[in-house]
T-cell receptor, first 113, second 109 residues
Framework: KAGVTQTPRYLIKTRGQQVTLSCSPISGHRSVSWYQQTPGQGLQFLFEYFSETQRNKGNFPGRFSGRQFSNSRSEMNVSTLELGDSALYLC????????????FGPGTRLTVT | EDQVTQSPEALRLQEGESSSLNCSYTVSGLRGLFWYRQDPGKGPEFLFTLYSAGEEKEKERLKATLTKKESFLHITAPKPEDSATYLCAVRWRDDKIIFGKGTRLHILP
């Protein structure tokens, strides 16, 4: 089975711009979660989608949003980028509400200048 | 405050020198404790899930154990290829998930 894929792998944006990141889960997985990873804060949960519905949300401002499509692919959007948004953004998929193991993609490295 | 704390932050071992990494948590209503391995520039790789106190899981040189307030990842006779950051995560009530900040493990040949 193919793993979780994320595009793009690297991105450089300017403060104030917006960005959209994409994630394709493992085939058959219906849950997709997004995380932000920084050296200082570690891995922090952004949100989780299951069957196109947001099931959970972390403590991030409203500039961070996401959505999931009927084929389980997910996108994450960050508007009005700030320097502090520079991070590795990771997507993870899992099989269902009772399958708690998550499988991560390689991440998108976002640099905001 | 609900927390997941990993210790030590970093650990250097000689090849073959066994040790343990710790993950302590203060959340209530545990739904699962997870261990991941992360190599530089890559996403975390799933290792183990533990659900209840007393449970143990093993994979090659790694063994994970769980008590009511902490988990240990035991590494037996490690090799240089075991060098990585090991992350612990806890899923609890309302399906929230918290990750620890990880332990950077370096195995010297």
């Amino acid at each position: 089975k193919a793993g979780v894929t994320q595009t793009p792998r690297y991105l450089i944006k300017t403060r104030g711009q917006q960005v959209t990141l994409s994630c394709s889960p493992i085939s058959g997985h219906r849950s997709v979660s997004w995380y932000q990873q920084t050296p200082g804060q570690g891995l922090q949960f952004l949100f989780e989608y299951f069957s196109e519905t947001q099931r959970n949300k972390g403590n991030f401002p409203g500039r961070f949003s996401g959505r999931q499509f009927s084929n389980s692919r997910s996108e994450m959007n960050v508007s009005t980028l700030e320097l502090g948004d520079s991070a590795l953004y990771l997507c993870a998929s899992r099989g269902g509400t009772s399958g708690y193991e998550q499988y991560f993609g390689p991440g998108t490295r976002l640099t905001v200048t | 405050e609900d927390q997941v704390t990993q210790s030590p932050e970093a650990l250097r071992l000689q090849e073959g020198e066994s040790s343990s990494l710790n993950c302590s948590y203060t959340v209530s209503g545990l739904r699962g404790l997870f261990w991941y391995r992360q190599d530089p520039g890559k996403g975390p790789e799933f290792l183990f899930t533990l659900y209840s106190a007393g449970e143990e899981k093993e994979k090659e040189r790694l063994k994970a154990t769980l008590t009511k307030k902490e988990s240990f990842l035991h590494i037996t006779a490690p090799k240089p290829e075991d060098s990585a950051t090991y992350l612990c995560a806890v899923r609890w009530r309302d399906d929230k998930i918290i990750f620890g900040k990880g332990t950077r493990l370096h195995i010297l040949p």
